[in-house]
């Protein structure tokens, strides 16, 4: 049930902080980023939540972009980041976090429906989201709200600095 005093509203210069914390906060099981690491170990002395923090960082620095983020008692609970393509009338929820402490509140939900509502009011005329196979919240969310699945895809990595074939610094 979404609580009455959650605001949500379009985030601004001084939310960036917090909505990286977020993201370094909740995103350790679903991300591609902590798959890679728990299978090829740091790469370059740098960890997942790096990696996935420049991903959001990308996504509210980008300038066919939005935010929107769920505040409660004036702190920021939860994001969700918009991408826009105007030519292909096609908008994409990049991100999505709800601090731990506001779970299965319905948080989530309605940032989801307010990026709806802001690609439609931006002349997007379809809204995606993936997910990884391992986010069952996300599995379960998604086509609750309205999404269809359309395609599957199944993510490879590789890790070149244990391949002589491909590292030409240990040649």
Same mark, same amino acid.
């Given at each position: 049930?979404?609580?009455?005093?959650?605001? /949500?509203?379009?985030?601004?210069?001084?939310?960036? =902080?917090?909505?990286?914390?977020?993201?370094?906060?909740?995103?350790?099981?679903?991300?591609? =980023?902590?798959?890679?690491?728990?299978?090829?170990?740091?790469?370059?002395?740098?960890?997942?939540?790096?990696?996935?923090?420049?991903?959001?960082?990308?996504?509210?620095?980008?300038?066919?972009?939005?935010?929107?983020?769920?505040?409660?008692?004036?702190?920021?609970?939860? /994001?969700?980041?918009?991408? /826009?393509?105007?030519?292909?009338?096609?908008?994409?929820?990049?991100?999505?976090?709800?601090?731990? =402490?506001?779970?299965?509140?319905?948080?989530?939900?309605?940032?989801?429906?307010?990026?709806?509502?802001?690609?439609?009011? @931006?002349?997007?005329?379809?809204?995606?989201? %993936?997910?990884?196979?391992?986010?069952?919240?996300?599995?379960?969310?998604?086509?609750?709200?309205?999404? %269809? =699945?359309?395609?599957?895809?199944?993510?490879?990595?590789?890790?070149?600095? @244990?391949?002589?074939? /491909?590292?030409?610094?240990?040649?």
């Amino acid at each position: 049930m979404v609580d009455q005093q959650i605001n /949500y509203r379009n985030a601004n210069a001084q939310d960036r =902080e917090r909505v990286l914390q977020i993201t370094e906060a909740v995103f350790g099981p679903s991300t591609f =980023e902590r798959n890679i690491e728990e299978r090829f170990g740091v790469i370059d002395g740098r960890d997942w939540r790096w990696r996935k923090r420049r991903h959001v960082e990308a996504d509210l620095d980008a300038s066919e972009s939005g935010c929107v983020v769920a505040e409660h008692r004036g702190r920021v609970i939860g /994001y969700v980041t918009i991408r /826009y393509d105007k030519e292909a009338k096609i908008g994409s929820i990049p991100n999505l976090a709800v601090d731990a =402490e506001y779970k299965s509140r319905g948080i989530g939900r309605q940032l989801i429906q307010e990026a709806l509502r802001e690609m439609a009011a @931006s002349g997007m005329q379809v809204g995606r989201i %993936e997910t990884l196979q391992q986010n069952e919240v996300g599995q379960h969310l998604y086509p609750d709200v309205g999404f %269809e =699945e359309v395609a599957r895809q199944v993510y490879f990595a590789i890790d070149l600095r @244990s391949r002589d074939d /491909y590292n030409h610094a240990n040649g």
